[in-house]
């Protein structure tokens, strides 16, 4: 059995672990409401009956969070459908899943519930410790095989950290205990550019004990693109990205919580997850040609270039880009103009919802900005 001792601070929790984390869930005081929203036709002690007798991560993730993800899509989407999985299971071998981020906690949570649906073995997931803000939350995802990916610290710290979560994801790969998912970038996508960060590679790269294209080939990197007919969170991601012109935005306390609900109880229309194919011995050793960090930025190309590719655009997106533009060029085609009449609206209904003093044609903006940022980065 591999030895994981070393890496206690960001690991994910062990069954023995996760079955006491669900037992404290189960009498935490929100969980009759959270019963309640999720499982309205149930008893509202059901969901807490349920945690208390768990006795693996497995259990949990195959009895009730299959079950909490069905409840959110039926309550908030026009459906999910996934395309290219064995993508995830070549040969049976574990993956590195590099993906776009769009929402804090659906994209790993419907990565999951795709995986799960297609016979393919849970992926343990790289999770920011920002977002461990109390017992339950940190209780939930550390019991859905989070890896803690330490923010906040030092430059010092941050390499060292880097360093082990490096070692950590490698290990877990290579020796078979797991595959690993990774968002392309720290925090969530805001403005509907999807760009992989070259530091990410380099972390990637860190525990390698071959050559660039030894290290590269066998963590298996395969990437993928979640897209959401409404973008989660839209109308915040709007105000911060508005905000952050003026000067650093800072977040308020528990404002990473409220995007979280936010993004699980908004309205999410259609919802597609396209599994691309995994980075080629050829990329790869085309990409260990190169010197120093150009072989980094051959590699997010490739990688960029997939996400992009795999994106699935929806007529939300079309729209966005012509209200940007100011143009008609996809009306007939891919929306009508009784659509158009309609996105606007929900444009106006969404903004409305935000502070009085933020200007609002700027807000309207980058909010059009947003959906209309995939088509223009084709």
Known sequence: ???????????????????EALKRVSRHPFLPMISKYLFPNNSVDSLAKLLRNMHSIDEFQRVVMVDVVHAVLAKTSEGYTFNGMSNLNKKGKKVLAVSNH???????????????????????????????????????????RMIKVIRGISARQMYLNSQTLSKYIRQTITSGTASVWVAQKEGRTKNGLDKTEQGLLKMFDMSGEGSFEENSKELNIVPLSISYEYEPCDSRKARELLL????????????????????????????????????????IAEAAKQSGNDRYQYLRGV???????????????????DLMHGTHEFLGVKYL??????????????????????????L???????YGNPVEQL
């Open 244 to 283: 952050s012109q003026s000067g650093p935005y800072v977040k308020k306390p528990k404002e990473d919580l409220h995007s979280i609900l936010t993004g699980i109880r908004q309205h999410k229309g259609h919802i597609h997850l396209e599994v691309g194919k995994p980075l080629s011995d050829a990329e």
């Open 303 to 321: 990688l960029d270039q997939r996400i992009r590719g795999g994106y699935k655009l929806w007529k939300t997106n079309y729209m966005g880009y």
């Open 364 to 370: 309207r903006d980058i909010f059009w900005h947003i």
């Open 1 to 19: 059995m591999t030895d994981f001792s070393e890496f206690e601070d960001i690991r994910p929790y062990s069954d023995e672990e996760a079955v």
């Open 102 to 144: 769009r929402d804090i906690v659906l994209d790993p949570a419907l990565i999951l519930y795709a995986m799960h649906d297609s016979g393919i073995p849970f992926a343990e997931l790289c999770v920011g410790s920002n977002l461990l803000q109390n017992s339950l939350i940190e209780d939930l995802m550390k019991s859905n």
């Open 337 to 362: 103009p009784e659509d158009i009449e309609q996105f606007k609206a929900y444009t106006e209904h969404k903004l409305a919802k935000l502070e009085r003093r933020l200007k609002r044609d700027a």
